[in-house]
Every structure is written in C-alpha cells, then in structure tokens.
C-alpha cells in the first residue's frame, strides 16, 4: 500500500519567543516490510534542518531559530510503500528466553524504564496468562497482548505520557502509548523482550479499522494522532509486532517510524524554547492513499537487523 | 639550628605497611635521602608555621573545594602535607607506559561503541548487556565522531599501591577527572614554602599543564576552525565543588570561562555571547554532566546545557570534551574487563594490573562475597568521590547488612574488590609524622599522541588508619615529586625553586620564605 502521511506540528506562543531548539522524529523507517520513497521537513520561520540517524535507527532531524516568532510549524512529508508483516509461524519454547546469546542481545528491552517498568499486578497478571497459554512464547504474546485489549478502555484525552504503566492498568483506560507500554511491561515481566513503537495508522480513526478488503478503503485524506503499538521478540523468529489499541496484528495500514525502550526514545517532538510565558502543541497527521503506479520497491525478506545496516554504511565511510 | 625535628623521623613506625619513605625502620629508601636530610634542618616549630601560612593561601586564593555531606557544602582547603612523595624515574617509567597503553584501549573502546562496529562486543569481550546496562552508556552520543577518536581527552586514573609497593589501577575516571588544580598549586606552594628541600632534586615540572591541555583541545577542534581555534570551559557555575578548579584552568589556558547560558546554538553552530557579539566557539571544555549538556536530547529540565548543543557536535561544528557517554567505560563493574579490552584492541598485556573485583551478577561470585562481606569493599559502580563505598573490616553489623540488602536488590549496581592495603605514607600530624594511606591520581591528556603530566596528585587519607582518600571524603594532599632520570643539572624545567614561576600570585600578607 503506497501512502502519503503530511505530519504537521504548530507551536503557538503566549508572546514572542527567542529562541527554539527541537528534534523531529516523524520519517517512516525502511525495513524489511516497508520502504521509505520520499521524506522531506520544512519549518516556518525557515530554519536549517540537520539529519542523522539516532542510536534506534530512526531518522531525526534536528532544527532551530533565534529569529524572535510567536508561532513555529513544522511540516513533515512522507511517501511510503507497506506490506503486511506475516505472524509468525510455528512454536516458540520458553526456555529459549533465558539462553545467554539471546537475553545479552535483547538486554535493553528486557529492563524496566520509567514509562515502562511493572510491578506485582502487572507480574500476577502476566503470569497467570502465560501460564494459561502454555509453552509457545507466540501463545505467550498474543495472550498478553488480549490482556491488553481486555483490560484498558480507549478514552481519548484521561492520561497523558508520564502516568506510570501501574496506575493506567488501576485506571482501566488509557490512549494508544498506555496500550502499547503495559503490552511492553507485560511481556518484559515475563522475560520476553519487548520495545514501543512509534508510527502513523492510516484509518478515519485511531481505534476503527475498515474491513480488511482493501478495495473499499477510503481514497481521501484521513486524520490521526501518531499511533503507537509494541514488538516483542519471539526466539527463533524475530520481531512480532501487534497493535493493542486495535486488537490486531500489525499490517498494511501501519506506517512505523521507529522503536525504543518505550516513548521516551521516539518521540516525535521534542525541545526547548525560551522568551515566551507558554505554548500549546496542535500535532496534526492526514494520510492519505496513493495508486502505486511501478511495483514497490520493497527489499526483499531476510534482512531484519537494523544495526547491521548502520554498520554497513560506517563501514563504506571508514573507508573514504 | 634546633635539632628538634630530628625526632620528626626517629620516632616514625612503618609498621606492617608498605611504606613509601622507610624500607624498615629507620631505613630510608635512597631516593627519599636528600629531601629528609634538608628536612632535617627544620624545627617542629618551623614547619608549623609554614603550615599556617600554607592555610592562609590557600584561603585566600580560594583553593578550595566542598563537602556535601555536611549538611549544605561546607568549603574547605584541600590541607597539603608539607613532606612531598617522590617517585622514581624507573617507578614512574612503568607507571606512563602503563596509563598510556590503558587510556589508549579506553580510548578505542569507546569509539567502537559510539562509532565504530562494536567489535570488542561481537568478539565477545565484553558482554552487551553490560555496556547497554550502563548509566553511562549515552545511546544520545551514538553517531557522533571525536577528532582523533580522543573521546577520554582527558582522563584521571586512580592508581593504589599494594603491600608488595606494586602499582595497581583502583579506578578510572573519564567523565570529569578533576585534581589537576591541586597539582599545579601544590607545586607553586612548595616551591614558596620550602624552597630549599628542592636543591639538588631533578623535580619534573607540572606547570605547563594548561598549555598542554589547551594544545590537546585544539587539535581536536572540527577542521573547519583553523590553526587558531576557540575553546571555552564550560562550569556549571560558582556552586560547583570544583569551580576553583574550572577558574583555574581557564586562567592557565588563557581561555573564556563560560556558563551555558553564555553560549547560544544558531543554525546548528556555537556561538559565546560576547560584548562585541557572538564569537564562534570550536571546543568546549565542559565539566558538567552529559544529561545536563543539552536540554533538547537529555534533560528538559536542564538549565545548565545549552539548547542545540548536540546537534552542533553532530554536524561537526563544535568538539564537546570529554566526549559524551564516556562514563561507560568508567563504569566499575567494565572496569574488571579493561585488561581485556587492551589485550583485544592493543595486544599487548596490561603493565599496570587491575585489582581483583568480583562481579556480583554472577552467582558463584555473588555467593562469595555475600559470605565475606565484612572482609571485602563494596563499592556502587556510577558513584564518584568515594561516596557510597562500604569497607567490610571497618564497617558495622548493620551497615553489612544494609549493604547486603542493596546487593540482592541491584546486583549491577554494585562491584566488591579486595581491600588493598594501600601503601602509606609519613604525613605532618600536628608536629611529628604519622603513617597515613595514599594513593595516587596521574592525569593523561590525548589527542594525537597521550601524555601523561609527571605526578599527579597524591591523595592521603588524613583520617588515622583510614583507607578512603578522596577530597570528598576529607581527604588531603601531598606534592608529588618525579625525579628526572638525568643528572640534576640538565634537569627539565623548575628543578630549582628561584626559577619557578608561580602562576598564580600568592597575596601580600603570606610571607614568602627564601
């Protein structure tokens, strides 16, 4: 599916501003199921925009202005082509989890972070769905990942990121961060690495999918939040992403722009400013559906590892 | 000339310790022969009142530094002992091999973490869970390239001496080593003090300290910035506990001293706000804590960094020293894998040794010391300034059992490390010399090539039987001598104190002796 996300951003001040430093992190990832075609960042007042590509593979481009403004946008394009990501097939056993290789590797997405960490509810429940689920670490996943659903209610507005994964679940609803944070906490309480994911979800709106038979989707620009859903690592068969928000597997429709621990390290906007008394954000994504006119150029399956292509392109540069 | 101060020595007790002045006792070692036989010539009375006058200087030069602990900082002098430890020309030749070969393999440990291939962990020295585990592992560096891959520009390593006088690394410091200050001082305070227990001596100098560190930092200025480039130190402000320090080096670079606030990031460059407007900066010398360099990439909160200071490195427009995300490398549980990383990075094997450390994740080690608790030092891995540190032999029941309790809770968070019965050394207690511990902080600067300052700073733990050095912790000084390996006439530099310039002028009322 060809899509074209506009990501746009307003700040508006309580008076003038000096100066505004800020990072972007909004351009859809290349992997394995999703190829990246265009991508470009304007700001208004213009400033310079910086790229690189952060410690999680994902693109940020950095920008700032100390001409003096009362209102900074930020504007993002993107065009994408997606696939569906197949679920896994076959059995996972447990006892794969603990083998030394695979926990040294998925180290970092097995510890507790601040919009992530657990305690003994979120231990007794996932426990008890695991148990329930037997011995195949995707029984293990897809259960806590129902759990998910289950348990929290969407209510668009009753928490904002920083509500600690305990209380959402005290709560019983939460926006698609808190979905995504307690799946991660479930899985990371069972040994099951597990990391956040930030993207965009092509939909009229963020908890309604359209039937599946792509043929009826609406052409038309639609708009959304950026979302957010979680990937957990399944030994022997890599990464399984799955939407809790949803209750689905993640697909077509899923435009993802990075992962990390938990929100903190894909956050699409973040920085600093100074001079003005206050300022309200109005984030604001339309995307919209395109004909794919030439087969997507999409890789073929087989590669994963993004850290492999990072190091593939220092090593062309070492060697300049 | 009263022969008082013969009794200053004869009634010294080396006891079991390795002693750096007395081989037994009554027996000097040759090198320290010269400098007590000058001593000799003082009256208790006589060093007494250089005492006071070195209290007063140091008071009113502000050589200070401050303790937290009690209750709301307390500014203290750092006390110099007025007997200088000398080191050997032959000690200190193994000593500068060995911190060159370590700094070295720190060095490209970290640049293969932050942007290289990650060898050293695809190779298998040392686990990822580890480095990634790590308080000072900083994924905000990653990508981020230091000229000449001198990410520890400047680095501090805590060697001890064990009761075979064999030297050994205790811990490395290469976030924001900081001492060099004391060094240089010490040095301008003796030479004033005590001129003449300098004649004769082949003393290697250590005022050159701010030359050589600021031709270090301008070497690894962005290219773009020309043969003359513009570095700056930036302190966190007067509240620090080494703003005397931070002054200090600025004043012996001939640099701006600035605060972040000083500085400004416009289109990804970084600028100083001066009188006549922005000047273009090239490298920043900043003592202050990687999550507060930034507000947009680390703290929000941070009123310390300067906004955009990150992406300014990243495209290569400005040199942060030290390096981001060193601290992982400084960690003291990664410790116990640096003789391996310089046997991966550098085949060679270590000359300076570590000291035995248990890893208190793995479980045949945890149960070891959870069973020798009250013999071991219990130390939490991302502390600095001695805070925290448990020594089993002198610790209470209920602070083994506290710290027990805070092992099982963290294993990673905490390394256990034999006691080291660290060497000591004859120190002036009111007017006769007792034996007190030492250790010793050489400071090693790299940028194309790494040198290594003669000395360093001699910590003593001024407390009687006390093995905790760190100023921090009350802990005072001692001028540290290296001698040159020539004959004192063809000697470097300040051998002789008439010929020493002070760099810092010792104010009117202190009396200079000659």
Redesign the interface.
């Known amino acids: 599916m060809r899509l074209d996300i506009r990501y746009r951003s307003s700040f508006t001040y309580d008076g003038l501003v000096r100066e505004s430093q800020n990072e972007l992190r909004a351009c859809p990832c290349t992997d394995e199921f999703q190829q990246l075609i265009s991508y470009r960042v304007t700001t208004s007042p213009t400033a310079k925009v910086v790229s690189s590509t952060d410690y999680w593979g994902t693109r940020v481009d950095a920008f700032g202005t100390r001409a003096p403004h009362s209102s900074l946008e930020v504007l993002a394009e993107a065009t994408v082509d997606t696939r569906d990501r197949p679920l896994p097939m076959g059995m996972s056993r447990p006892e794969l989890l603990v083998e030394p290789a695979f926990v040294d590797r998925h180290a970092e997405y097995l510890e507790r972070t601040p919009h992530a960490d657990w305690g003994p509810e979120i231990v007794r429940l996932a426990a008890e769905q695991t148990a329930a689920a037997g011995g195949d670490v995707v029984g293990w996943v897809l259960a806590l990942h129902r759990l998910v659903g289950a348990t929290l209610r969407y209510e668009r507005g009753v928490t904002s990121v920083g509500v600690p994964v305990d209380e959402v679940l005290a709560h019983g609803h939460g926006v698609c961060q808190d979905f995504a944070h307690l799946a991660v906490a479930l899985c990371r309480s069972r040994g099951v690495p597990a990391r956040y994911v930030s993207g965009y979800l092509f939909t009229r709106d963020e908890t309604t999918l359209p039937p599946a038979d792509a043929a009826e989707d609406p052409d038309d620009a639609v708009r959304v939040q950026t979302h957010a859903w979680f990937e957990a690592a399944i030994p022997g068969h890599g990464w399984f992403a799955l939407d809790p928000t949803n209750q689905t597997a993640v697909g077509q429709r899923h435009v993802k722009i990075g992962h990390g621990r938990d929100y903190a390290d894909v956050q699409p906007l973040r920085g600093v400013f100074s001079g003005g008394a206050g300022a309200s954000v109005t984030p604001d994504v339309e995307i919209r559906r395109l004909p794919v006119v030439e087969t997507a150029a999409v890789p073929p399956p087989g590669r994963l590892l993004l850290e492999q292509d990072r190091r593939d392109q220092q090593r062309q540069q070492q060697q300049q | 000339m009263p022969t008082v101060a013969a009794g200053l020595f004869d009634d010294y007790d080396p006891e079991t310790f390795f002693d750096e002045v007395f081989s037994g006792p009554g027996e000097v070692r040759e090198h320290y022969t010269g400098l007590l036989d000058r001593l000799r010539r003082f009256s208790a009375e006589d060093l007494a009142r250089r005492e006071r006058r070195r209290d007063a200087a140091f008071r009113s030069q502000g050589i200070t530094f401050t303790v937290y602990e009690e209750d709301e900082g307390i500014e203290r002098t750092f006390p110099m002992d007025l007997l200088p430890r000398v080191i050997t020309a032959a000690e200190w030749e193994v000593i500068e091999s060995g911190l060159v070969q370590r700094v070295t393999a720190l060095n490209r440990f970290l640049d293969d973490l932050y942007?290289?291939?990650?060898a050293a962990v695809h190779d298998g020295v040392i686990?990822?869970?580890l480095v990634?585990?790590s308080d000072g592992f900083s994924?905000?560096a990653?990508?981020i390239p230091v000229p000449l891959g001198a990410r520890c520009l400047v680095a501090g390593i805590d060697l001890v001496r064990d009761a075979e006088g064999r030297f050994c690394v205790l811990e490395d410091n290469l976030r924001s080593p900081s001492g060099i200050s004391y060094v240089v001082e010490n040095r301008v305070a003796m030479t004033r003090l005590l001129p003449n227990v300098f004649t004769d001596a082949p003393v290697r100098p250590v005022d050159h300290y701010g030359r050589s560190l600021l031709g270090a930092l301008s070497r690894v200025a962005p290219p773009a910035a020309g043969d003359t480039p513009t570095v700056v130190v930036l302190t966190p402000g007067v509240f620090n506990s080494a703003y005397f320090e931070h002054v200090f080096l600025a004043a012996h670079m001939g640099v701006e001293l600035v605060e972040g606030r000083d500085l400004?990031?416009?289109?990804?460059v970084l600028y100083m706000r001066t009188t006549r407007g922005l000047k273009r900066v090239d490298v920043v010398y900043r003592r202050i804590d990687d999550s507060f360099l930034d507000?947009?990439?680390f703290r929000?909160d941070s009123t310390l960094g300067v906004?955009?200071l990150m992406?300014a490195a990243?495209?290569g427009n400005v040199t942060i020293c030290n390096a981001v995300g060193n601290g992982v490398a400084d960690d003291k549980a990664v410790y116990a894998y640096v003789p391996q990383m310089i046997e991966y990075y550098l085949g060679e094997r270590p000359i300076l040794p570590n000291v035995d450390t248990y890893l208190l994740w793995e479980p045949e080690q945890l149960e070891f010391v959870l069973a020798n608790l009250d013999r071991l030092v219990i130390k939490p891995v991302a502390e600095a300034g001695g805070y925290g540190i448990t020594i089993g032999p002198k610790a209470t029941e209920a602070e083994l059992e506290a710290c027990r309790a805070d092992i099982l809770a963290d294993p990673r968070n905490w390394i256990a490390q034999e006691v080291v019965s660290l060497s000591r050394h004859p120190t002036l207690i009111d007017d006769h010399l007792e034996g007190r511990h030492i250790d010793l902080r050489p400071f090693v600067l790299t940028s194309d090539t790494v040198e290594v300052i003669p000395g360093g700073l001699t910590r003593v733990a001024m407390r009687k039987g006390s093995l905790v050095v760190n100023s921090s912790q009350g802990g005072g000084s001692k001028d540290t001598w290296v001698l040159a390996a020539r004959p004192t006439g063809e000697a470097e530099g300040d051998t002789d104190a008439a010929a020493a310039t002070p760099l810092l002028e010792v104010t009117g009322d202190v009396e200079v002796t000659s």
Not at chain 2, 115 to 118: I, T
């Open positions: 942007v290289g291939e990650r686990p990822w869970w990634t585990s994924r905000e990653f990508g400004v990031v416009d289109d990804h507000p947009v990439t929000p906004p955009g992406a990243r495209s």
